[in-house]
């Protein structure tokens, strides 16, 4: 998987994530853990895009 690819497939999930968060604030059935989990791994995402896209820069 080319690093450009690998970068659009996190930019998905980031996004994904983002709307199930959204779609679990508007439940009020949705425990508060559930949503601090979801967001959780958006940042994880995220992170892992910021590094991608910092060892791009690099080469």
Same mark, same amino acid.
């Given at each position: 998987?080319?690093?450009?690819?690998?970068?659009?497939?996190?930019?998905?999930?980031?996004?994904?994530?983002?709307?199930?968060?959204?779609?679990?604030?508007?439940?009020? &059935?949705?425990?508060?853990?559930?949503?601090?989990?979801?967001?959780?791994?958006?940042?994880?995402?995220?992170?892992?895009?910021?590094?991608?896209?910092? &060892?791009?820069?690099?080469?």
């Amino acid at each position: 998987m080319s690093l450009e690819s690998h970068l659009a497939e996190l930019q998905r999930k980031h996004g994904d994530l983002q709307r199930e968060i959204d779609d679990a604030m508007t439940h009020p &059935s949705v425990d508060a853990l559930e949503i601090a989990e979801l967001k959780r791994r958006k940042l994880a995402i995220k992170d892992q895009m910021e590094k991608l896209k910092a &060892s791009q820069t690099r080469h």
